[in-house]
């Protein structure tokens, strides 16, 4: 895509990210100098996108993610009641956030010549990613001691990886969220090792992030 934009001298915005639904008719990208448009530039446009029936996980990790989130969700169900089926889910998304913070950041800008934008590609962030993780698992387990202690320990892990910066104060807020929504009093031993787990979290997070060295030692 970026070298049909640097042949052509345009300035492609792309609509939809890897792994969303796109119904026949909607657009998908849009373009600057659209009288430039041919059928031609159309077609190869086009040939920048892969279409498929259902998402993938090679390419998706959020479906990945969503997949575990679903067996968390049954397991957390009183119908099942499998709470370590779902703290089980709840350590294997904590190692995939801290795989994907790891990870160089995907380029969203696209510059050919330096300075000039040619292509604008919508990627999944860190902060999209917690909130697909977690959010539905931190809902349905307010009632779960155990699912919800595991949920502030995952936090802590995760924080303990990452440079200082948002995503790290993001952990903070979501373990500060989980600590709020017990809808049932689950006893005051609970809540004090819930409160000493966030002062934990939040410790981790104002304190200095580790080095490159520390990281993979």
């Known amino acids: 895509m970026l070298s049909v934009a640097k ?12 792994g969303h639904f796109v119904p026949a008719g909607v657009p998908l990208l849009t373009i600057s100098k659209a009288k430039r448009l041919t059928p031609e530039l159309s077609d190869d446009l086009r040939r920048a996108f892969r279409f498929g029936p259902t998402r993938t996980l090679e390419q998706n990790i959020e479906f990945g993610i ?6 968390a969700l049954k397991a957390i169900s009183p119908a099942v009641n499998d709470p370590s089926t779902a703290i089980s889910c709840v350590d ?3 190692s995939i956030l801290i795989r994907f913070a790891a990870r160089e950041e995907s380029r969203t800008r696209l510059y050919d010549p330096p300075g000039t934008l040619r292509v604008s590609i919508p990627y999944v962030g860190f902060d999209r ?12 387990a307010k009632t779960d001691v155990a699912v919800s202690l595991r949920l502030m320990r995952a936090f802590t892990d995760i924080a303990l990886t990452l440079p ?3 995503d790290r104060r993001l952990l903070t807020s979501h373990g500060r969220r989980l600590l709020a929504g017990f809808s049932e009093s689950p006893g005051e031993d609970v809540l004090k090792e819930m409160r000493r787990q966030l002062t934990t979290l939040e410790t981790v997070v104002m304190a200095e992030a580790p080095t490159l060295t520390e990281r993979k030692t």
């Not at 042949?7 to 890897?18: D, K, S």
């Not at 969503?66 to 067996?71: E, N, T």
């Not at 990613?129 to 349905?140: D, G, K, N, V």
Request: charged share 25%; no cysteine; proline share 3%.
């Open 129 to 140: 990613l917690i909130e697909s993780a977690f959010e539905q698992i931190r809902s349905y």
């Open 7 to 18: 042949a052509n001298r345009l300035t492609v915005r792309v609509l939809r990210r890897v």
């Open 164 to 166: 200082d910066g948002p």
């Open 66 to 71: 969503l997949q575990i989130v679903d067996i």
């Open 92 to 94: 294997q998304l904590s």
